[in-house]
């Protein structure tokens, strides 16, 4: 079949932003980017966004074209709908799934689910760990985030190696949105005493780590900031002992994410595995020193531009942050470091890997 258009994958304009989603926005905004200034790119083949009609958080990717197409939603909206519609082209799914019928491309951001899966319930992974491997199989092409990530997947009988490309993630996105500034008073805290980390119960995720870390003297005086949805209940009810310390700030926009990284005398991101790893390096690109634990892509992502702490070892995720809170001059160093690192991670730099890759098919 000839591709006469290229058709991006919009199913996840109708769910709550995740980080999966992110990378689509970003990626297709960046597309759009190059197409804005060479119109000929793709050879004058059309670009749509094709999305159901229940659309929560909207795109404009002008010249990309977004068409809500279809009566369904969800699964069956990807599933049914979209296949229909993909006739039409090439599809390019963003976001982990893909149309069985028509899979295209697809990217599968990590193994998590094979390499991690108490992290997830039974019929998340088992849906995963059944779909995915039958999509790979069946696409023209599989992208994914890191070398890490593409190992990971071959490991667990995902997808084959040659059929893998990676894209490394941008990261400047964070540098788009003005800090507000306000969150700081409003959580009672002083730039430079404290850290900041995810609020996140899943397995490897590893926050409790720093929970033990803060339940030490040498940080009794500095303060654990946990930025999103899980609760101090949830920690509890996940067998975890909150310090006094501990501050949970709830869910945050980017604006407050961005303040709360600028004045931190860092970000602790303790992860067992990650397929990427955006967090530190959100907070790297602003200066935020990054203590990250030497697991999945951190590594590869980080270089040598971060700490590193095993991911078990909780004195010493106490002795690091410690070491940043108490010293201005060290965390300026490193922090200055891990800015120009994180700098060449652009979304402009991925959406120009992402555009060659599809020209190309």
């Not at 295209?104 to 760990?129: C, E, K, L, T």
């Not at 491997?133 to 890191?146: C, D, K, Q």
């Not at 009794?220 to 930025?227: E, M, Q, R, S, T």
Request: proline letters at 7%.
């Amino acid at each position: 079949m000839t591709d006469k258009a290229l058709l991006f994958n919009g199913k996840f304009l109708s769910a709550a932003s995740t980080g999966v989603h992110r990378v689509a926005r970003e990626l297709i905004l960046g597309v759009a980017d190059i197409l804005k200034n060479q119109p000929d790119y793709f050879d004058r083949r059309q670009l749509l966004l094709a999305a159901p009609r229940n659309i929560r958080e909207p795109i404009a990717p002008a010249p990309i074209e977004v068409v809500q197409t279809g009566r369904l939603t969800g699964q069956l909206w990807e599933q049914i709908s979209l296949p229909i519609f993909g006739r039409r082209g090439l599809l390019v799914n963003l976001c982990n799934l893909a149309p069985i019928a028509r899979p295209g491309v697809i990217m599968i951001h990590d193994a998590q689910v094979h390499i991690s899966p108490r992290s997830y319930s039974w019929a998340f992974r088992n849906f995963y760990r059944t779909m995915q491997p039958i999509m790979a199989r069946r696409a023209r092409l599989v992208l994914t985030v890191s070398n890490y990530s593409r190992e990971m997947l071959v490991k667990y009988g995902v997808a084959k190696a040659e059929k893998i490309v990676v894209i490394h993630n941008g990261v400047d996105h964070i540098l788009r949105v003005p800090a507000d500034q306000e969150v700081l008073p409003r959580l009672g805290l002083r730039p430079g005493g404290y850290a900041v980390a995810l609020s996140n119960v899943q397995q490897h995720k590893n926050v409790g780590i720093l929970l033990r870390a803060f339940a030490a003297p040498a940080l009794a005086g500095a303060k654990l900031v946990l930025a999103g949805a899980a609760t101090a209940e949830d920690f509890i009810k996940a067998g975890h002992e909150c310090p006094p310390n501990v501050v949970f700030a709830g869910k945050v926009s980017d604006a407050q994410l961005r303040a709360l990284m600028e004045g931190a005398a860092c970000l602790a991101f303790p992860s067992t595995t990650e397929g990427f790893g955006l967090p530190p390096m959100e907070a790297m690109i602003l200066g935020c020193p990054a203590i990250v634990a030497p697991c999945g892509a951190l590594p590869e992502v980080c270089g040598d531009a971060a700490l590193y702490v095993p991911p078990d070892d909780a004195p010493g995720w106490a002795a690091a942050m410690a070491g940043l809170i108490e010293s201005p001059a060290a965390r300026a160093e490193l922090g200055e470091k891990g800015r120009a690192h994180a700098a060449a991670f652009t979304w402009a730099r991925s959406a120009a890997q992402l555009a060659e890759i599809l020209a190309g098919l």
